[in-house]
């Protein structure tokens, strides 16, 4: 019953910026690390960056300096602020993260549904 919905994607030009936003719902207890994905037509999926529960942070080294992640425990949400955007980033951003709905159970990763960023020339 857990759900993660990505949003703030969309179409914008080489060298400007865009903030994706996931949010988490559902019976959630706790949430350990979260991530954003990516996936370009033809390419694997890969990861751009993550953030676990103590604030720790890791990026791809093609996104490092230029993208920013972090989160609002307060709102179970999950943020990726991109900046000097290239035409390489353009990909469906996945949202990742990994959802205890209960302290007695373990907790299982979810997967958001994505969201396109399209950077154009």
């Known amino acids: 019953q857990v759900q993660l919905v990505e949003s703030g994607g969309g179409l914008v030009q080489a060298g400007g910026s865009l903030r994706v936003s996931c949010a988490a719902s559902?019976?959630?207890?706790?949430?350990?690390?979260m991530g954003w994905y990516r996936q370009a037509p033809g390419k694997q999926r890969e990861m751009v960056a993550t953030?676990?529960?103590?604030?720790?942070?890791n990026y791809a080294d093609s996104v490092k300096g230029r993208f920013t992640i972090s989160r609002d425990n307060a709102k179970n949400t999950v943020y990726l602020q991109m900046n000097s955007l290239k035409p390489e980033d353009t990909a469906v951003y996945y949202c990742?993260?990994?959802?205890?709905?209960?302290?007695?159970?373990?907790?299982?990763?979810?997967w958001g549904k994505g969201t396109l960023v399209t950077v154009s020339s």
């Open positions: 990742n993260a990994k959802i205890g709905s209960s302290p007695l159970y373990s907790a299982m990763n979810y």
């Open positions: 953030i676990t529960s103590g604030g720790s942070t």
């Open positions: 559902g019976s959630i207890f706790s949430i350990n690390a």
